[in-house]
């Protein structure tokens, strides 16, 4: 008894802690596959995040993801010992009477001919019910992203329309996987209830005749109903492969997304401490083949310290010319140069390192105040906080704050104004020292009294860096060194305001109406 006792606790602790390893298992394998997800996702190219939907990105390293689980742990063993039982019994029935198994073989390629044809229908459905919830996630993520604008305008319903269409197309989906996945299940056992009954009638017919004993008929339908737990094991879990597989599909979309390349084709050397120099050289572009063109022989030098203006009207490409000098997206012909080297032959990371940019939007992240300053710049000092914080004006707001640099500013910056938010964005680029600062349009949502402070901001910063602005205000371009004027894609000239008024029909028009237009390029 005490053996037998010992025996019985060592089972179940083996069981409990094979159980405990398979499931480890699981949940590492979809650990690594998410580790690899992401490292793929950070790194994507900006017209990859501009062509595909953010909210389906996250399905793929959510959802999906976590189907990998059960295909990596009991979906796997269960194929393999089935698999091991189902040949083991079918050499055994071999070896008893290869008439009867003759029988036993119509059941196990029936079984084989229903694998062929239903899994991939099981695979299909279930892919395309992920993709119904990565839909769904994209448009519930359009949701949230204009979430005043949708209450503004009375469009819940309408929105929630939207989000459950996609809900029945995933439910839609599920039911066909359910269905298929029911008839794999009765038509296994259908095949091993007429097998049993043909074994029986023929195994009985040769017993009769005295052309078998009795004893191997028993032996052969006991081991024809041993078997049957088996087949149906090893169904059910090729049919949890298929979603498996299908989950496999939609993450290897997602990890084979064009990415950028940390490094350079030559290497170039590290940044220098004196400002950089821009050109750009009869450079063509546009967003997709599809698309007209952005820019059409643009041409320009941008070179030392000092503040440079682009200016046009909206749609003359200027916004475009920082996403190629970042970037962001290569040129079709031409060439955007940094300190005279091609940006493409600059590693990444030395290219950006040395860049500050302020968007239009001035985006801020989740987060606190000082996450926000230090994310380009994450081992800034305390003195070096203090005066960004200083030369972008926001004592205020850090004193308003109850926690100071360390307050949470909710998601996108909800708890900030528009010129908070382009304050902080000002305020990050600074932090970052950089030999290029590239501003478009950094002072569109601030009042009078800030747009004055950040223009001396603007003017500081141009006496030991290159600054380049997107400008729409008389106030920031009649202070540049140098104004370039765009217009349908191409450089129209190049002067100081003074002259140009004189000169260009086009600029003289944008002053006279002091360049008060907002524009989204």
Do not use: C
Not at 99 to 123: D, E
Not at 313 to 329: D, H, M
Not at 378 to 387: D, G, K, V, Y
Not at 509 to 518: E, H, K, P, R, T
């Amino acid at each position: 008894m005490l053996l037998l006792t010992g025996v019985v606790l060592g089972g179940a602790v083996l069981g409990a802690l094979g159980s405990f390893l398979l499931e480890r298992t699981g949940q590492g394998v979809v650990l690594e596959v998410r580790r690899n997800l992401v490292n793929s996702l950070v790194r994507l190219h900006v017209s990859e995040v501009d062509r595909i939907k953010p909210g389906d990105l996250v399905s793929r390293l959510t959802a999906d993801t976590t189907l990998l689980r059960s295909v990596a742990t009991s979906g796997l063993v269960n194929i393999t010992t089935s698999g091991v039982l189902l040949i083991g019994g079918v050499a055994i029935m071999l070896v008893l009477d290869w008439r009867l198994f003759s029988v036993a073989a119509g059941m196990i390629a029936t079984v084989a001919l229903l694998a062929a044809v239903v899994m991939p229908r099981i695979s299909a459905a279930t892919q395309a019910s992920q993709a119904a919830l990565g839909e769904m996630g994209a448009r519930l993520e359009r949701l949230l992203g204009a979430f005043r604008t949708v209450k503004a305008s009375s469009g819940e319903e309408r929105e929630a329309a939207r989000l459950h269409e996609a809900a029945e197309r995933s439910w839609r989906s599920g039911v066909a996987v359910a269905g298929w996945t029911a008839l794999s299940a009765t038509t296994t056992s259908l095949a091993a209830n007429t097998a049993f009954l043909a074994i029986l009638a023929v195994g009985g017919g040769l017993v009769a005749t005295g052309s078998m004993e009795i004893s191997t008929l028993i032996a052969f339908l006991l081991l024809l109903f041993y078997l049957v737990q088996p087949i149906a094991g090893l169904v059910s879990s090729v049919a949890e492969l298929q979603t498996g597989l299908a989950a496999i599909r939609r993450v290897d979309e997602a990890a084979g997304l064009r990415r950028e390349e940390k490094g350079g084709p030559s290497g170039a050397e590290r940044p220098r401490e004196e400002p950089a120099s821009v050109e750009l050289k009869d450079v063509v572009f546009r967003y997709h083949p599809d698309l007209p063109l952005v820019h059409q022989g643009v041409s320009f030098r941008a070179a030392g310290a000092g503040l440079t203006a682009l200016v046009g009207p909206s749609g003359a490409g200027k916004t475009t010319v920082f996403s190629l000098v970042e970037r962001f997206y290569d040129p079709a012909a031409g060439k955007v140069l940094l300190d005279g080297t091609d940006v493409r032959d600059w590693p990444l990371e030395a290219l950006r390192a040395q860049i500050g940019y302020v968007e239009q939007d001035a985006p801020v992240l989740d987060g606190s105040l000082r996450q926000n300053l230090v994310l380009a710049s994450p081992h800034a000092t305390a003195e070096e906080l203090a005066e960004v914080v200083h030369r972008a004006r926001l004592e205020d707001l850090v004193s308003r704050l109850p926690q100071g640099l360390d307050s949470e500013i909710g998601h996108r910056g909800t708890t900030l104004s528009g010129g908070e938010r382009q304050r902080v964005a000002i305020a990050r680029a600074l932090l970052r020292k950089p030999r290029l600062l590239l501003m478009d349009e950094a002072t569109s949502q601030l009042d009078a009294a800030n747009e004055k402070a950040l223009k001396e901001v603007m003017l500081e910063a141009a006496a030991t860096a290159n600054v380049i602005v997107v400008a729409h205000r008389l106030s920031t371009v009649t202070a540049a060194d140098r104004i370039v004027v765009m217009d349908m894609g191409k450089v129209r000239s190049v002067g100081a305001h003074a002259d140009l008024v004189d000169r260009d029909e086009l600029y003289r028009g944008l002053a006279v109406g002091q360049l008060l237009v907002s524009e989204r390029e």
